[in-house]
């Protein structure tokens, strides 16, 4: 039983990081990329790491499983920002789409 | 002082955490290890470290981590749709919303939670003014006031009792 519920989150979380690849390739700009690949990449990824802690259970690798899921939770939000804080203070446009840039205006 | 005591508890829990099974040869590097950590960091961990000891923190932080995990997965799969629209579903732009929350810890939160939630993630933050600048990949609004109500108003609240 176990065994079935470790592989079926290792499928979810391998299908969201499959997302988080196609929304790098298909969105227009850094910006938007970030969205996708922040959100997708994140839980794609503690849902692998949490279907390796229900197969391993509280062994060597389960319990360093768990442990990565909370530093992945706490970093990659932080790693996302300052990726965007860099890209937009080093110059990068928003796509054409975009409607509105509230930071180029306070930034003048 | 204190900061450093549970800076050295945590750290220590880490390590035998990262190091489990427990045997003695990781009980005895442990000690060294986490103290040079502790040294090294010195009180950068809390300013404010009496907080610790109030319990009703920890028990908004336990309604507080479901909730967040539920807002993570709902951005999951906002995210994946509007990926597999054949029309590409985006219509982004950086809106500026305000916040209340004062203290680093509770700021670092708030950006972290708005950044794993459908639609929004943070690109600046400035701390005096309590502006946050939200980069939204399907702009509602791009009223301040009305993003705010959108966007910071369902973290806020508990955060703020949490961590401010």
Redesign the interface.
């Known amino acids: 039983m176990s065994e079935a519920i470790g592989t079926l989150f290792i499928v979810v979380g391998l299908g ?1 990081d499959i ?2 690849c ?2 790098l390739i ?4 850094v ?2 990329r ?3 690949t ?3 990449v ?3 990824t503690c849902g692998i790491l949490f279907g390796t802690f229900i197969l391993k259970g ?3 690798t389960g ?2 499983a768990l ?1 990565t899921i909370v530093f992945l ?2 970093t990659s ?2 790693a ?2 300052a990726l ?2 860099g890209a ?1 203070k080093s110059g990068v446009k ?2 054409d ?8 205006e ?1 930034k003048k | 002082m204190k900061s450093r005591m549970v800076l050295f508890i945590i750290g220590y829990l880490i390590w035998l955490l990262l190091g489990w099974p427990v045997d003695l040869q990781h009980v005895l590097i442990g000690l060294p290890v986490a103290g040079f950590v502790t040294f090294v960091t010195g009180d950068l961990f809390s300013q404010r470290i009496h907080r610790l000891r109030q319990i009703t923190r920890y028990v908004w932080f336990c309604y507080y981590v479901p909730m967040f995990l539920w807002e993570c997965l709902k951005a999951n799969i906002d995210v994946a749709l509007r990926v597999l629209n054949p029309s590409l579903p985006i219509n982004p732009g950086i809106v500026r919303v305000k916040t209340t929350l004062k203290s680093d810890t509770a700021l670092t939160f708030l950006a972290n939670s708005i950044t794993l939630t459908p639609g929004t993630f943070c690109v600046d933050i400035d701390p005096k003014e309590g502006i946050l600048y939200i980069h939204w990949i399907y702009v509602q609004s791009q009223d301040t006031e009305k993003a705010t109500q959108l966007i910071v108003k369902k973290f806020e609240n508990i955060l703020r009792k949490i961590f401010d």
């Open positions: 969201f997302f988080g196609i929304g298909r969105l227009p700009d910006y938007n970030l969205q996708a922040t959100k997708c994140t839980l794609g509280f062994c060597a319990i360093k442990l939770l706490l939000p932080v996302a920002h965007a804080r937009h928003l796509c789409k975009s409607v509105c840039d509230k930071y180029a306070d």
